[in-house]
């Protein structure tokens, strides 16, 4: 006789959103997310009594599930299962494309969704002058969410998403040379002022030794995460918490030796630019400053385009494509994908190296 396989029993337990300030009752068979409700209970202990009346109701065949095939139904269980879970600026992004996909489909049933409408809604937006790599990237938004419902029984299939891809993508901005790091350093001055333009140099040449972003290294520290130096194993490293990096990760990168050198015995935060109010500038005043200094500067690193702290990364990547393998510079980069790495900084490395070869010609 084969073996008999049951199927698992319903559970329902309680999930408090934090943003939301509510308590969300889950019903579960093994993995499976079955369904979700809302509930006005105003303590865990309430929340905790309405599901276990909705468990015993569940266990007695008393409770039949709703039947969630509406888009509607399919955009709040995905907001409460799946993106709550990330970071806040990716939830607002996928939640900005469904409703742009809203807006122009108004979709119903889900099972009506077709790809008539996907091709709609991208048409949509090339007539409002979005950038063939922004309707990329909403694409992809759409796809996941579909491809979500999916996995959960929402859909029964998947209408078919033509993803453009643009070739030959181009940096935003490029690499400076190190004369010009040199040049938008010494422009702090006449952004911030003499007495405070030592500080916004050294973040400069900090964001080029380093390949940090801007975010990581006004965090930066020597002792304290989410953003550390560590001096305990054979080689200077910095440490990032999950919580502090792009890509969601905890990493531990080496420190380049130009970098270590120029922070060899501080202690504390590492940088401290201040601002012209006499604080420690936040990240968003960081960023423009640093913008008004790029411009002050007048490296222009594309048509209409200066310099910005951004730049100073990329030239961090080109100095290093030159001294290591692409494997390598692709772990020190942080890019999730070697064609990333490939692309933006191997090819303009060969570039160089054609220059150099023809200064000998």
């Known amino acids: 006789m084969g073996r008999e396989v049951s199927r698992p029993s319903p559970r329902v337990s309680v999930v408090y959103r934090g943003d ?7 019903y579960q068979r093994g993995r499976r997310v079955i369904e979700t409700q809302s509930t006005q209970a105003r303590s865990r202990a309430e929340a905790e009594r309405l599901a276990a009346r909705w468990e015993a109701e569940l266990l007695e065949g008393l409770h039949k599930p709703k039947k969630l095939s509406t888009w509607k ?3 709040s269980e995905y907001e409460v299962e799946h993106l709550s879970s990330l970071k806040e600026k990716t939830r607002a992004r996928a939640l900005e494309v469904a ?4 807006n122009v489909i108004r979709p119903g049933k889900l099972s009506e969704i077709s790809s008539r409408d996907v091709a709609k809604w991208q048409s949509r937006m090339r007539r409002d002058k979005l950038s063939e790599s922004s309707i990329e990237s909403n694409s992809s938004h759409l796809k996941a969410l579909l491809n979500w419902g999916l996995k959960h029984d929402f859909l029964s299939e998947v209408p078919h998403i ?3 891809r643009k070739s030959g993508r181009k940096m935003k901005g490029r690499p400076l040379s190190d004369q010009e790091i040199e040049q938008f350093a010494q422009a702090s001055s006449k952004i911030i002022g003499e007495q405070l333009a030592q500080g916004w140099s050294d973040l400069i040449l900090g964001l080029s030794n380093s390949g940090l972003r801007l975010s990581e290294a006004l965090l930066l520290s020597s002792y304290d ?3 550390w130096t560590d001096y305990s194993l054979s080689r200077p490293m910095i440490r990032i918490l999950a919580e502090a990096d792009k890509g969601g990760k905890s990493r531990l990168l080496p420190m380049a030796p130009e970098f270590a050198s120029q922070i060899e015995g501080r202690s504390g935060l590492i940088f401290e630019p201040i601002g012209k109010r006499r604080g420690r500038a936040s990240l968003e005043n960081a960023g423009k400053i640093l913008s008004k200094i790029g411009e002050a ?3 222009q690193v594309a048509p209409g385009k200066f310099a910005s702290a951004h730049d100073l990364r990329r030239s961090f990547g080109f100095r290093w494509s030159r001294r290591v393998m692409p494997a390598v510079l692709k772990e020190i980069m942080r890019h999730e994908d070697i064609s990333t790495t490939m692309q933006f900084y ?3 490395n060969a570039e160089a190296t054609a220059e150099e070869l023809w200064k000998h010609e």
């Open 20 to 26: 939301r300030k509510r308590f969300y009752l889950r």
């Open 73 to 75: 139904d399919l955009l």
């Open 99 to 102: 409703r742009s996909f809203e």
């Open 162 to 164: 033509a993803i453009p």
């Open 225 to 227: 995460p989410p953003v």
């Open 297 to 299: 500067s007048g490296i």
């Open 346 to 348: 191997v090819g303009s």
